[in-house]
């Protein structure tokens, strides 16, 4: 039997363009889930139909990303912290209890750009600089970033930081 590569927030522009990207390998099953399948803010329920599945991958491709809006109110914030933290965390815990691989996507604006000057690598970021967000965005994805190592370090996970997005937009938890 192939195994089950569950991608969350697959209407989004980073879920639909990796569906098409995994649609191709034959390994795996594609179980593709967006708001209508799973609402991630439920938590429990949450836990409950991934470990149920009990998919060989994860794929989170949710995230909230209204960058502006949470710096001033507070109602964006809480669902700031809610997607970007709370949500991949506990995909993190379920990840480690069902021994499934943890892909979670996060952002450059865990920098605060000030390497423009490094003649080494031509002003871009290495995955072993020291984080530095200016931003409650930024800091809602080093927060995350970090509990997601310090819970899988056993694990087999992934965190790939992503400068910008192109695609379709088509899905929103707002």
């Given at each position: 039997m192939n195994k089950i590569a569950l991608i969350i927030g697959s209407k989004g522009m980073l879920g639909q363009e990796l569906m098409k990207s995994l649609e191709k390998n034959t390994n795996y099953k594609i179980v593709a889930w967006d708001r209508d399948e799973i609402?991630?803010?439920?938590?429990?329920k949450m836990?409950?139909?991934?470990?149920?599945?009990?998919?060989?991958?994860?794929?989170?491709a949710v995230a909230y990303n209204a960058v502006d809006a949470c710096e001033?109110?507070?109602e964006e914030y809480n669902k700031l912290q809610k997607l970007n933290v709370e949500v991949p965390i506990e995909l993190a815990k379920i990840?480690?209890?069902?021994?499934?691989?943890?892909?979670?996507?996060?952002?450059?604006?865990?920098?605060g750009g000030?390497?423009?000057?490094?003649?080494?690598?031509?002003g871009g970021y290495t995955?072993?600089?020291?984080?530095?967000?200016i931003s409650k965005y930024g800091k809602s994805r080093v927060e995350a970033e970090e509990a997601?190592?310090?819970?899988?370090?056993?694990?087999?996970?992934?965190?790939?930081?992503?400068?910008?997005?192109?695609?379709?937009?088509?899905?929103?938890?707002?």
């Open positions: 609402d991630v803010r439920d938590i429990e836990r409950k139909v991934i470990i149920e599945l009990n998919p060989d991958v994860i794929y989170n001033e109110n507070e990840s480690k209890e069902i021994d499934a691989t943890f892909v979670q996507y996060s952002s450059d604006y865990v920098f000030d390497n423009t000057k490094k003649v080494d690598y031509k995955e072993d600089e020291k984080t530095n967000p997601i190592e310090d819970i899988l370090k056993d694990k087999k996970y992934y965190i790939i930081r992503l400068s910008k997005l192109f695609g379709n937009p088509a899905s929103s938890l707002a």
